[in-house]
Nanobody, 122 residues
Framework: QVQLVESGGGLVQAGGSLRLSCAAS????????MGWFRQAPGKEREFVAT????????MYADSVKGRFTISRDNAKNTVYLQMNSLKPEDTAVYYC???????????????WGQGTQVTVSS
């Protein structure tokens, strides 16, 4: 199983940018689909973006499409989330996740990091 550690969260003003990183352990990283999910206080955890093992295929939530970019560097066992034009409604704990199934099967992401806090001030 893959162990995941997120970093890069913080406090930014609306319109600003952050780059989240997720470091993964294990030699099988390149075989996993990877994703980012987020959870705001009192809200359900929601899908943000996923990326296939090859990095060719990606999927984004409508709320972040055009502003966020997911990428991965399999040689470094790392997945990234570049977040631009941040809005207060992006405030949440962001979690990195891994799946042994297809990137578009959201219910199959079952290995989770500890989360990193992103706060966007208005």
């Amino acid at each position: 199983q893959v162990q995941l550690v997120e970093s890069g969260g913080g406090l930014v003003q609306a319109g600003g940018s952050l780059r989240l990183s997720c470091a993964a352990s294990g030699r099988t990283f390149s075989s996993y689909a990877m994703g980012w999910f987020r959870q705001a206080p009192g809200k359900e955890r929601e899908f943000v973006a996923t990326i296939a093992w090859s990095g060719i295929y990606t999927m984004y939530a409508d709320s972040v499409k055009g502003r966020f970019t997911i990428s991965r560097d399999n040689a470094k066992n790392t997945v990234y989330l570049q977040m631009n034009s941040l809005k207060p409604e992006d405030t949440a704990v962001y979690y990195c996740a891994a799946s042994g199934y297809s990137y578009d099967l959201l219910d199959r992401f079952g290995s989770w990091g500890q989360g990193t806090q992103v706060t966007v001030s208005s």
